[in-house]
């Protein structure tokens, strides 16, 4: 993936010229793709976080039957939990 962002950065307009029907800079091909893709990936790492939940969720099951509980939900499950991904509105936000 970040061999096609390459080969499309330098071939993609920048931007940044004065667009008269909208009264402000226009946004470049390259701004668009870059978001494009970044959202692209906060999409791919949102799935792999889901996809992780799951077998955490799986493991703590299966760890809660030869460990007492409080155990496991306050010793083991903390340092194997992702920490939280970047959100498309926080990106925007940026």
């Known amino acids: 993936e970040i061999n096609s962002i390459h080969q499309i950065l330098p071939n993609a307009d920048a931007g940044g010229e004065w667009d008269d029907n909208i009264e402000d800079f226009s946004v470049g091909e390259k701004a668009q793709t870059i978001r494009t893709w970044?959202?692209?990936?906060?999409?791919?790492?949102?799935?792999?976080?889901?996809?992780?939940?799951?077998?955490?969720?799986?493991?703590?099951?299966?760890?809660?039957?030869?460990?007492?509980?409080?155990?496991?939900?306050?010793?083991?499950?903390?340092?194997?939990?992702?920490?939280?991904?970047?959100d498309e509105v926080t990106l925007v936000s940026v």
């Not at 790492?45 to 099951?61: D, S, V």
């Not at 030869?66 to 340092?79: I, R, W």
């Open 38 to 86: 970044i959202f692209s990936l906060i999409s791919k790492c949102n799935r792999y976080e889901e996809e992780h939940q799951g077998l955490l969720n799986e493991a703590a099951t299966t760890l809660q039957h030869a460990l007492p509980h409080d155990m496991v939900m306050n010793n083991v499950l903390p340092f194997l939990k992702l920490p939280h991904a970047i």
